[in-house]
């Protein structure tokens, strides 16, 4: 089972120095489209900054945290793919990027929107 020591949190442009612990699970909404969605706050978020934990997380701890946040789940297998890819993918970026979720010809996938909480003022203007 893929496994990573990178999660995501919860990013705001508006107040960049901000430390979030809310942990961001993508979740796929009624329109088809994706989100990140704060297990805490129950908030859905554009951007999420790349964090270490010191543990290691699998698609199953974050089919948990996303079931507790209260989401409803109606294809478990799909979620359990989508959340595997996820992880795959927080495999391939960089500890302190920020990411958001961009989707193309159906898949979605990770895209960095910028290398550092700083550096994202400067990538939107």
Not at 4 to 16: H, M
Not at 53 to 73: C, E, H, I, P, Y
Request: aromatic letters at 6%; a neutral charge; one cysteine or more.
């Amino acid at each position: 089972m893929v496994e990573s020591k990178k999660v995501l949190v919860a990013f705001d442009p508006d107040n960049p120095d901000k430390q979030s612990s809310d942990f961001l699970v993508p979740v796929q909404l009624e329109d088809n489209e994706m989100a990140l969605l704060g297990s805490r706050s129950g908030k859905l978020w554009k951007y999420g900054l790349v964090v270490l934990t010191s543990r290691a997380v699998n698609k199953n701890d974050l089919f948990a945290k996303l079931v507790d946040s209260g989401q409803k789940v109606p294809d478990v297998e799909a979620c359990l793919a989508q959340l595997e890819s996820f992880v795959v993918q927080l495999k391939t970026v960089k500890i302190g990027n920020i990411v958001s979720i961009a989707i193309d010809n159906d898949a979605w996938r990770l895209t960095v929107v910028a290398n550092t909480p700083g550096g994202f003022a400067k990538a939107q203007n």
